[in-house]
């Protein structure tokens, strides 16, 4: 729905810098289409490059109407609040965009478009991202007997790196002539590809199904990255096991963020020890053998609130108890997780 022609201007107030923004920053880094402002009153006057090793340096601004100044015609929706909800101060953000003729970009579980489909003038139009596009048959494992490689990345907590990782890979694979290609699973990942599925807006029933649908869709590709989602360990997820056995996945990747101890909401929850961890999962895919035997082939790790020697240290501690390649894909490449996949 989204033009490539069309101008973004991405609402992040108050969460430039917090993990509630992932969205945003997600479509700061790789959405292609040209993003003329961020919306945060709290680092107006700044660019944001000043905090993100983004190369991508865009004008933060306070408010809709200078986003508008600079050319905005579509807002994106770049904050991820809890529970996937709109809270109820943004409806006068998304009704001043509308009556100023921009259409809107909507990650959450809630839906616009009911709301404001009369609202719209012919041009203008609302993209709920989260809503299915279809109704998937019932998961039947199909996807083992394909010959290609399809590579998910895990993770130890949510909002860790696994789209980031996938993404990043994918562009490494492409650059050496690799077939390979990007299903998306999430908000993020469906908006800057522009295709994909919703995962946690599909009944539980239909959740493995919906998976394999996309990975048979894409059985010519060579390398099939399955955007992650949630996490095997975390309460509040449940989005690891249909993105497992719907892919029949054959290659894994654990995500982990260097600085936590324990679950980013669940603070009583410690996590646990990082081989036991790649063990669980291994066990997961394997299923004794009723699936590919799917190994972790590396660890990506998110050192981003690390000093570069901080971080470089936390890896080679991390390659030395694991045995694993390990690296962080923003700072310092993914050549060396995507050398172990072939």
């Known amino acids: 729905m989204l033009k490539k022609f069309e101008k973004v201007a991405i609402y992040l107030e108050g969460h430039f810098s917090t993990d509630y923004g992932k969205m945003g920053i997600g479509v700061l ?15 107006r006057g700044k660019n944001t490059n000043e905090f993100h090793s983004i190369e991508r340096s865009v004008p933060i601004v306070s408010s809709i109407d200078l986003a508008i100044s600079k050319g905005a015609e579509v807002l994106v929706l770049g904050i991820a609040p809890s529970g996937g909800k709109i809270p109820k101060s943004w409806f006068k953000i998304i009704e001043r965009a509308i009556s100023k003729n921009l259409s809107i970009i909507n990650g959450l579980h809630d839906t616009l478009l009911p709301k404001y489909k009369d609202s719209l003038n012919k041009n203008q139009w609302i ?24 590579i998910l990345c895990v993770g130890t907590d949510m909002a860790v790196g696994k789209m980031t990782t996938s993404l990043e890979i994918h562009k490494w694979s492409l650059k050496n002539k690799i077939k390979s290609t990007f299903i998306a699973t999430g908000q993020i990942g469906i908006t800057v590809s522009g295709t994909g599925i919703p995962l946690d807006a599909y009944k539980v029933d239909h959740a493995c199904g919906a998976v394999e649908t996309m990975v048979l869709r894409n059985s010519d590709y060579d390398w099939v990255f399955i955007e992650g989602q949630g996490s095997i360990i975390n309460p509040g997820s449940t989005a690891s096991l249909p993105l497992i056995r719907g892919s029949c996945v054959t290659h894994m990747i654990l995500c982990h963020r260097a600085d936590f101890k324990t679950l980013r909401d669940y603070k009583h929850i410690k996590i646990p020890d990082i081989n036991k ?66």
């Open 277 to 342: 961890i790649i063990k669980l999962y291994e066990d997961l895919a394997f299923a004794c053998g009723s699936y590919p035997n799917a190994k972790v082939i590396g660890i990506s790790l998110n050192t981003s609130k690390l000093s570069v020697l901080e971080a470089q240290n936390s890896i080679d501690s991390l390659e030395s108890l694991t045995n694993l390649p390990v690296t962080d894909v923003i700072r310092f490449g993914p050549e060396k997780l995507g050398l172990a996949i072939n």
């Open 127 to 150: 993209w709920d991202v989260r809503v299915p596009q279809f109704i998937p048959q019932i998961a039947s494992g199909k996807a083992a007997k394909l010959n290609n490689k399809r």
């Open 29 to 43: 880094r790789y959405l292609t289409n040209p993003i003329v402002a961020v919306i945060d009153s709290k680092n």
